[in-house]
């Protein structure tokens, strides 16, 4: 059971798998399953799943409960080159080629049943069982809209994740699917694949009650549950080159005086330079969505100065986010700080006319703008505003 920031870490960085060729991702898988023993597999096959214009794609394959399928995938040379991100000085292209990084490391959307539920799986294998009856579908990408989601659930146009052209192996179980992975592993490895997916298998990431990843059915692994605080659960976070949302829904009139409070730690800051840029802007935060579709972040930054305030610089999200300094520099890393901050007068000057009320708390963690790192805990979150207190986490 992997609970804390520390063991979130270590995980992330052992058994990393990269995008390979396709050429070499078929023949190697091919190789290996043509060597398989008699019965470990009910049937296996390969799939290219375009990006562009994504839709369900029908497998052909009709699964019963209880039945398992590990996915494996690998994005194309060509949607995940960064090689040029350096030089690229359009922002929206930029932001395009540094999320197709991120992106390329993820699994293939997929569901079961015409109605299924749309999952993802958090790197680019996944395993699942299936838990009703129905055909197997896959998608590249989420479908119908692959756009990056704030969980407000509004149709209002924002900057949408590129697609990633896809290249994927179903493999349908014909039993234990962990001792299936191993079997594979013992005649061979394809890019790290295998060994990736043993890990993730024994690897167990609870989320805290209540909160979930965004957009829904996509799963991460930079959170974890950890019960070991004295004041409550503390939520670990480590994020290692991607960009997630974890959210949780709390409502609460938005009156002067609505306070939101928090405890943090945080071991290791994302960016070593002024975040308001968006070549810079790595960043580990907590923010509260209100209900007119426009959040407010507060973060630590590694130089801008306290009550620092600036829209995001991700195109498209410049009218809809807030961010705002609570804390500047190296000074108080990896020690424990409680925040307190008027949400109703924080609004008011750095926003605007404050709306109704407050819909959603998030945990943000984006890394994934060169490559880096963040680290922290999360302790007592909640919101007050004098006559209701709603207790976050």
Not at 90 to 112: I, K, N, P
Not at 184 to 206: K, P
Not at 347 to 355: A, T
């Amino acid at each position: 059971m992997i609970r804390t920031s520390d063991e979130l870490r270590r995980y992330a960085l052992t058994n990393v798998s990269k995008p390979i060729a396709v050429h070499e991702f078929h023949t190697g898988f091919s190789e290996l399953l043509r060597r398989a023993p008699e019965g470990l597999i009910r049937g296996h096959a390969f799939f290219s799943l375009p990006a562009a214009g994504a839709t369900w794609l029908d497998t052909g394959i009709d699964l019963r409960v209880g039945e398992a399928v590990t996915l494996f995938g690998t994005a194309r040379p060509d949607s995940s080159s960064t090689a040029h991100a350096p030089t690229i000085e359009d922002s929206r292209v930029f932001q395009r080629v540094a999320t197709e990084a991120a992106e390329a490391l993820r699994g293939v959307w997929y569901r079961v049943g015409a109605d299924g539920r749309a999952r993802r799986g958090a790197r680019s294998s996944h395993t699942f069982v299936a838990r009703s009856p129905g055909r197997l579908f896959l998608a590249a990408a989420a479908v119908p809209a692959p756009s990056t989601s704030s969980g407000t659930g509004r149709e209002r146009p924002v900057f949408e994740l590129p697609g990633v052209d896809r290249f994927a192996l179903m493999v349908h179980w014909g039993g234990d699917p962990r001792e299936g992975v191993q079997t594979l592993r013992a005649g061979g490895e394809v890019g790290g694949l295998l060994e990736c997916e043993l890990a993730r298998q024994q690897a167990a990431i609870d989320l805290p009650e209540g909160w979930r990843y965004a957009p829904e059915g996509a799963e991460g692994e930079q959170f974890a549950a950890d019960g070991r605080g004295s004041d409550g659960p503390i939520i670990g976070c480590y994020s290692h080159s991607s960009g997630v949302l974890l959210q949780k829904d709390a409502k609460l009139a938005l009156v002067p005086g609505t306070t939101l409070r928090w405890a943090w730690k945080v071991d290791q800051l994302p960016s070593r330079v002024r975040e308001d840029q968006l070549r810079t802007h790595n960043y580990l935060s907590i923010a509260v969505e209100f209900d007119n579709g426009r959040d407010i972040t507060y973060y630590w930054s590694a130089e801008l100065p306290v009550e620092t305030a600036y829209g995001c610089p991700v195109p498209g999200w410049e009218d809809r986010e807030t961010h705002v300094v609570v804390r500047s520099g190296p000074d108080g890393l990896a020690e424990w700080f409680g925040e307190e901050r008027d949400l109703y007068a924080d609004y008011l000057r750095y926003m605007g006319d404050p709306p109704g009320g407050i819909v959603r708390v998030w945990l943000i963690a984006s890394t994934f703008r060169g490559g880096t790192d963040g680290q922290c805990d999360y302790g007592r979150v909640e919101l007050t505003n004098g006559s209701m207190r709603v207790r976050v986490n």
